[in-house]
């Protein structure tokens, strides 16, 4: 496969078409039924949560919120495929993945909230905080995937960053030293066309960002992000591949961010609607959608009852991650050393005393 779409051939890999139907049956993945509705239930539960946490930003519930919308295919591969001690290192798109993880939606919330605990998981092993330093989480992958064969330990390492983070020198740190250590990570770029405002256009001059694997001596392919089969089977292949010692991967998943950069952002000062309109037809959701009520293993009326069912476990999560208590303001300080040296020490000091003179001022 990786010989076939080389990416100097310049052909991004997919399985299905726009309407769901499949079109490249030689690397159609074998999935059954069962286990296909449960993903496509996973992804729509991934789906709601996303679109809700946007609300209760809305609502002053929450803080900055990076929407998944568009891109949910890309996580939900690597969630199925990611064992329970493989790796997982986040970038901060990726809810599907850190869910299959292990990770509460609880969890999650508390990290938008700003608790230090949304990123102390309890249930998911071997997985990373998010990271929103564009790709400082990929020399760690690299780091850990080069532990994981020192170790001969049966592991991969899938590490994750957007297509912004390709021109970031960790990337390319990160890619040199997997290739001279053929150590097992998988890296996805998730290129969502924009790092914030700046079009992938703008990031490079290379043909593509799968094309960075060659110089690296280093397995690439160009995918389409937004075809949930195509990037099963890349990440099963991968994950082969890795375990086989001929690691690593890089993998460029083609997606479009249909929200915002952020809840801070607004997308209609950089993009057309026409654009919108056009990678909308490419939805992740409605083509695997397609796929299963051709297949009539799912139907509208199904969805239209799931739905609100999803809402409400949401919300339910949600209420508990509100109770959690007035914000810590030491956490800021206190994860930064094992022991806090005298001058940070003197800054939570101060700290403390203006949120103090603050209280007095703001009723
Ligand atoms: C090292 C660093 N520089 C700048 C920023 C500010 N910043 C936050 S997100 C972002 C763009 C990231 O784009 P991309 O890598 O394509 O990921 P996406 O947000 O599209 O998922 C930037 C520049 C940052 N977080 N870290
Ligand atoms: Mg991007």
Redesign the pocket.
């Known amino acids: 496969m990786f010989d076939e779409y080389n990416p100097l051939n310049k052909a991004m890999f997919r399985v299905i078409d726009n309407d769901g139907k499949v079109v490249n049956k030689k690397w159609m993945p074998q999935i059954d039924d069962d286990k296909l509705l449960k993903i496509y239930k996973d992804i729509l539960f991934a789906r709601t949560a996303d679109l809700q946490i946007v609300s209760y930003q809305r609502q002053g519930r929450i803080f900055t919120y990076?929407p998944n919308y568009g891109?949910e295919a890309i996580a939900a591969a690597a969630g199925v495929l990611i064992r329970e001690n493989d790796w997982l290192v986040p970038?901060?798109?990726e809810m599907g993945a850190m869910l299959a993880k292990g990770v509460t939606l609880k969890e999650i919330f508390l990290y938008f909230m700003g608790y230090e605990d949304g990123s102390a998981f309890k249930n998911a092993k071997y997985t990373l905080p998010m990271s929103?330093?564009?790709?400082?989480q990929l020399p760690h992958a690299a780091g850990i995937g080069y532990a994981v064969k020192y170790k001969k330990e049966d592991k991969v390492v899938i590490g994750f960053?957007?297509?912004?983070?390709?021109?970031?020198g960790?990337f390319h740190e990160a890619l040199n030293f997997a290739g001279v250590w053929k150590v097992p990570v998988i890296f996805i770029i998730?290129?969502?066309?924009?790092?914030?405002s700046?079009p992938?256009r703008m990031?490079t001059a290379s043909d593509s960002l799968a094309i960075k694997s060659i110089a690296y001596g280093v397995k690439g392919i160009q995918v389409d992000g937004n075809d949930f089969f195509a990037m099963y089977k890349t990440i099963e292949e991968s994950v082969r591949i890795c375990r086989n010692g001929e690691g690593p991967v890089l993998i460029e998943a083609v997606t479009y961010?249909k929200g915002a950069?952020?809840t801070s952002d607004d997308p209609t000062k950089y993009r057309s609607k026409v654009e919108e309109e056009e990678w909308d037809a490419k939805d992740p959701v409605k083509r695997l959608r397609a796929y299963l009520i051709d297949k009539n293993l799912w139907t509208l009326e199904q969805e239209e009852k799931i739905i609100p069912q999803y809402k409400e476990e949401i919300d339910r999560q949600f209420t508990e991650a509100e109770k959690y208590g007035p914000y810590p303001a030491g956490d800021i300080f206190r994860f930064l050393y094992a022991e806090m040296p005298d001058d940070l020490r003197e800054q939570q000091a101060q700290y403390e005393r203006f949120l103090a003179w603050k209280s007095t001022k703001v009723k």
């Open positions: 990076p891109q970038a901060f798109r929103v330093p564009i790709s400082s960053a957007g297509d912004a983070g390709t021109s970031e960790d998730q290129n969502n066309q924009y790092g914030i700046t992938v990031q961010r950069h952020t």
